[in-house]
Every structure is written in structure tokens, then in C-alpha cells.
């Protein structure tokens, strides 16, 4: 009897109830209504002023479903690799193959070849969208995954030359082609593959399915949670899209359920502090998507002045810790009450699990909370002891776990670590966290293995397995530190082989080939005889953390 009231008291739920969602799958649920606005802006770029509407993205779309069946003859859930930065194609190479039937892989365009190739063979990938500015990186990344595949290119602007061997994107969109049109689709396909490293070792692909990603949309609208202007029947929504779209809170958040609200999403490529006062002055957006560091930025930057933020009602942090004070340090700057609202969430919940709302913040002020957990969606506080048999109570810390339409198939071909993931049909998030009387949300710390650079995932197993094939390293152990700017940022502890000194710098360069710059060593280098170890070899990454508060104290 005790233990069903303490269950009761535990699983937390959406004090909104649930919602229905729609049964479709995710081209149809975006284009339902896309003939309101016809003529208006869907996505312009902020670097090139190169812009689609809304009937460019449907039509393109469809024609690049077409195309794409015919000329590169794929078949269902084969996977297309997108390999671009936030640019107004991306769309339209997204939705086009998801109409026609393939699942595809996002993947960081600043990627190097290495990294873009394990990414390839991971998922499978039958063919890539890319940048004439990112083809050679791109073939050499094929080569090195032995592929010989397709690459189409995008041109950023209309006179762009392309580079030789690589396939014009517009041939695929600009007109259409003769194919069957009809196609077996079902809500429970696989159509996006981001990739996570989960609670511990090497990226994974995590397979989200049309009902996972349109359910999340669902969730985020809910009217009744209404956190920031949801779908509106106009057209008044500008939305600048820096979050990439190679990141979950990009595709999700800012593209998908963007296009769907009809919102004029204005896409920035790169993020340069200059481009962004630009955007800003420009564009004057009500609705800015970002994460900590760049509320960081905005709170600290003098030329981010507040009569830039005019027409801002909300701002929405996500992928990383934001506290309190973050929020009130920028509410103060601006001058005036702007919502700050916290999501959370995960790449396997596709991603969103909790966010604050503006009835939260009008009650309880700022809070540094993630808000409430979302509609359907159920979070558990369970023992990190004992997770499978102790659930915590109001205020106590826990591991989060977490239930919900949009949580994750699985990870793709690994049923080991699918299995490792969930306890009883419950995600296991690898966050610490509590919630308090009032049912909101707020994550404390990391259980897991992961490191979060400006909200990008960087795996320690990823960067040590790069740092064991070095012919100078025996063994390397990487944890996360705080950074002032970053968030975090990566510390290699590293042993060298026999008689073999390890030069820094030389190290610090060899990384630098091999791995994107958010991913640098940027905590350092530090150079050890052996790791700590448990018996069974796992690294003790706590006494690597103590010992690194040492060096620094020193
Ligand atoms: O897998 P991933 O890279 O996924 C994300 C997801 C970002 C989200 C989520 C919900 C939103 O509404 C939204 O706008 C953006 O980053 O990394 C997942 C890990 O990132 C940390 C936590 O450790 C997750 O397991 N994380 C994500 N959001 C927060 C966070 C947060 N608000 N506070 C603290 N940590």
C-alpha cells in the first residue's frame, strides 16, 4: 500500500493532461496547411537574403521526392545524409526525403572527414546533401567509409559554380519527375537519425520515427501550455533559426515546428556576433531560440542594445544548464519583461521532456527551472542506488527517467545499448535532477559519461578512442570542466607509451585534424603515468575530476 502512494506521489505528470496526436506522418502533418500563407516568406537567409515561401518549400519538396526515387533509384528507409548548415534548402532536401520514404542522418557540416565518415557508416548512408563549399570534405569522408554514393550540392546563392562530379541539387527540385506516386509510409518509420552518445561510449544513431518528432511538435503547441506565441493564424512570427538544424533543438524546435507554425524563419549559416546585431537590426525577431551561451552573449555584449529587442516577447534556452541569475542578468540588460522559458530534453526524446511556460514564470518568477513535464509525457526522480526499486519524492535528487510519445525507437542496430537505456520501458536520461512541491522540473547535475560544449554533445569515449591511435599515447582517460564561455569544455588526461615523451602542442594539432573545433581540448592536456581504473577496467572519471580540481589549485 505504502509503496502505490509513494509511486503516486512520484510519477510526474502535464497538470494540462494529455492531448491527441494526429496519426500521420511528418510531410503531410507539416504541409496540412501550408496553403494559408502560399506567398509569404518561410525561410530566408540572413547571410545570402537567398528565401523560399511556403509554396517554394511544398513544391521543391515534392519534387525532390520524385527525383530522388527516379534518378538515384533509392528504396524505402534507405538514408540520405544532410550535410548543410542552417540554409534555406534544408527543408525542402528533409521533408522531400521523408516523402519518399528515406530516413535521413544530420550531420555537422564542420565535421572533419573522419568524423563525417564514422557518422556515414553508422547510419548506413545511401547518399549526401552538401555544400559545394563542404563536397570535397564530403567525398573524401565517403571514401574513407569505402562509399561510393551520390553527392548532391546545394548552391548558396543562384550564380555559384558547383564543383566538379558533384549532382546540381535544383535538378532534383526544380521540376518534377515521373514516378509512382504512391508510397507505403507508416506513422512508426524511422525518418531522422541525429546522433547521441546516451549515458556512455560512442555516438549512436537514435532512430525517431514520423510519430515521435510530430508528437514532440504536438506537445510544444499545446495550447493550454501555450509557453511561447504557438501556431497563429497570421503570419507574425520571425524566428531567427542559430540553433543548427543538425542538432535535435535545431531540426525539431527551430525548423520543423517552425515551418509548421508559419513562422518566417530566418536561417544564420554561422553564428558571428557581427551577423547576429546585424540579424537583429534587421529583422527585429519576437521570438529568439537559443542556448546558455548565447544568453551569456546577449547579456554581456554592448552592442546587443535593448532597442534591438523591441519586438521580443520570448526567449527560450535549451541543451544545457541556464540558471536563475543567467535569466535575470538578461532580463535586467533588456530593461523590460521578456519570458525566459527553459526546455529540456534529449536527442532520444526527440527532444523535448519539460519546459517552462508563461503562466509558470507570471506565478513563480524566474526560476532556473526546466518548467512542467509536457503533455503525455510522464518524468520519474528515481534512487541513482537503486533505480529500479526507489522513487523519490518532491525535492529529492534523482535520475530522471522519462516516458512519452516522443521518446526514441531505439538506437539504430545496437540492442544492447537500446536495452541499457530504458528500465522497464522508462528512458533513462543520465541527468540528475529533482522536482519540487510546485511539480516543476530542475536538473542539477550529469550522471552520464556526456560533455556539453555550447550545448553540443562531445563523447569522452570518442575523443580517447582518437587519442589511443596516436603513436605517442599508451592510454587517455577525457572528462568535462566548467568554462566560463562554453559551458564546459573537454580535459584529456593521457599516458604515454614506453620511453616516449607526449609533446602538448603536437597533441593539441593532431586533434586538431581530427576532430571539430568544439570538440578541442580546450581544458588542456595533461599528461599522467597511469589512470584510475576499476577492476573490471571502467575509468573512475570522479577521482580524474578530483584530480584536476588539484592541478588547478596548485
Ligand atoms: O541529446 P542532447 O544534445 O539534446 C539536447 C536537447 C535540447 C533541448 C531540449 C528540449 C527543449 O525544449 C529544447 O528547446 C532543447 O541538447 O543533450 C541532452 C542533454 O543535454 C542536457 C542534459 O544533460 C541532457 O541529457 N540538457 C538539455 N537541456 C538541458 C540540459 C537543460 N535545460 N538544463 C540542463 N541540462
Known amino acids: 500500500k505504502t509503496t502505490n502512494v509513494t509511486i503516486k506521489r512520484s510519477i510526474v505528470s502535464s497538470p494540462h493532461g494529455n492531448i491527441d496526436i494526429p496519426n500521420t506522418t511528418l510531410p503531410e502533418f507539416i504541409f496540412e496547411s501550408f496553403d494559408k500563407f502560399p ?6 537567409c540572413s547571410q545570402t537574403g537567398k528565401k523560399y515561401t511556403y509554396d517554394d518549400i511544398r513544391i521543391k519538396s515534392n519534387n525532390f521526392n520524385k527525383n530522388i526515387r527516379k534518378k538515384l533509384k533509392l528504396n524505402k528507409g534507405d538514408v540520405v545524409g544532410i550535410i548543410l548548415p542552417n540554409v534555406p534548402d534544408y527543408p525542402i532536401c528533409l521533408l522531400g526525403s521523408i516523402q519518399a520514404g528515406l530516413t535521413v542522418t544530420i550531420i555537422n557540416p564542420f565535421y572533419t572527414a573522419d568524423e563525417i565518415s564514422y557518422q556515414l557508416n553508422n547510419a548506413n548512408v545511401k547518399a549526401i546533401i552538401t555544400l559545394g563549399a563542404t563536397y570535397s570534405k564530403a567525398k573524401a569522408a565517403a571514401q574513407l567509409s569505402k562509399r561510393n554514393i551520390p553527392i548532391l550540392a546545394v548552391k548558396l546563392q543562384q550564380a555559384d559554380e558547383l564543383p566538379r562530379g558533384s549532382i546540381d541539387l535544383n535538378e532534383f ?14 506513422v512508426k518509420d524511422t525518418v531522422l537519425l541525429p546522433f547521441s552518445s546516451g549515458t556512455t561510449g560512442l555516438p549512436k544513431a537514435v532512430e525517431l520515427t514520423n510519430y515521435n518528432v510530430i508528437s514532440n511538435i504536438c506537445q510544444l503547441n499545446c495550447n493550454t501550455v501555450n509557453h511561447v506565441p504557438t501556431r497563429t493564424e497570421t503570419h507574425t512570427n520571425t524566428v531567427p533559426a542559430i540553433v543548427p538544424w543538425f542538432h535535435i533543438y535545431g531540426v525539431t524546435v527551430c525548423l520543423l515546428k517552425q515551418i509548421h507554425n508559419f513562422s518566417k524563419i530566418i536561417c544564420v549559416p554561422k553564428f558571428t556576433s557581427n551577423g547576429f546585431i546585424e540579424l537583429l537590426k534587421q529583422h527585429k525577431p519576437n521570438i529568439l531560440y537559443l542556448v546558455p551561451p548565447l544568453i551569456s552573449f546577449m547579456s554581456s555584449n554592448p552592442l546587443v542594445k535593448p532597442e534591438l529587442l523591441d519586438r521580443l516577447t520570448v526567449i527560450i534556452s535549451g541543451a544545457a544548464p541556464l540558471g536563475k541569475q543567467d535569466e535575470e542578468q538578461l532580463i535586467t540588460k533588456i530593461g523590460r519583461h521578456v519570458d525566459i522559458i527553459q526546455g529540456y530534453g534529449l536527442t532520444e526524446t526527440s527532444p523535448a521532456a519539460a519546459m517552462s511556460t508563461t503562466q509558470v514564470i507570471k506565478k513563480f518568477g524566474n526560476t532556473g527551472s526546466c518548467g512542467l ?13 537503486n533505480p529500479l526499486t526507489e522513487l523519490l519524492g518532491p525535492n529529492n535528487k534523482g535520475e530522471i527517467l522519462i516516458k512519452g510519445p516522443q521518446v526514441m525507437k531505439g538506437y539504430l542496430n545496437r540492442p544492447k545499448e537500446t536495452n541499457q537505456i530504458f528500465l522497464n520501458g522508462w528512458l533513462r536520461s543520465g541527468d540528475l535532477g529533482y522536482v519540487d512541491n510546485n511539480n516543476l522540473l530542475y536538473v542539477t547535475d550529469r550522471l552520464k559519461e556526456l560533455i556539453k560544449v555550447k550545448g553540443y554533445q562531445v563523447a569522452p569515449a570518442e575523443l580517447e578512442e582518437v587519442l589511443r591511435m596516436n603513436k605517442d599515447v599508451s592510454d587517455a582517460a577525457v572528462i568535462g570542466v566548467p568554462d566560463r564561455t562554453s559551458g564546459e569544455v573537454p580535459v584529456a588526461f593521457v599516458v604515454p607509451k614506453l620511453n616516449t615523451n607526449i609533446d602538448v602542442k603536437s597533441l593539441h594539432y593532431y586533434m586538431s585534424k581530427k576532430v571539430a573545433s568544439y570538440k578541442q581540448l580546450k581544458g588542456g592536456i595533461i599528461v599522467v603515468n597511469s589512470l584510475p581504473r576499476t577492476e573490471s577496467g571502467k575509468i573512475l572519471r570522479k577521482e580524474l575530476k578530483l584530480q584536476y580540481e588539484k592541478t588547478k589549485t596548485n
Open 39 to 44: 506567398n509569404e516568406i518561410a525561410v530566408e
Open 173 to 186: 527540385t526544380e521540376n518534377t519527375a515521373e514516378v509512382e506516386d504512391k508510397y507505403d509510409l507508416n
Open 373 to 385: 513535464v509536457l503533455p503525455n509525457t510522464f518524468i520519474k526522480i528515481v534512487s541513482t542506488e
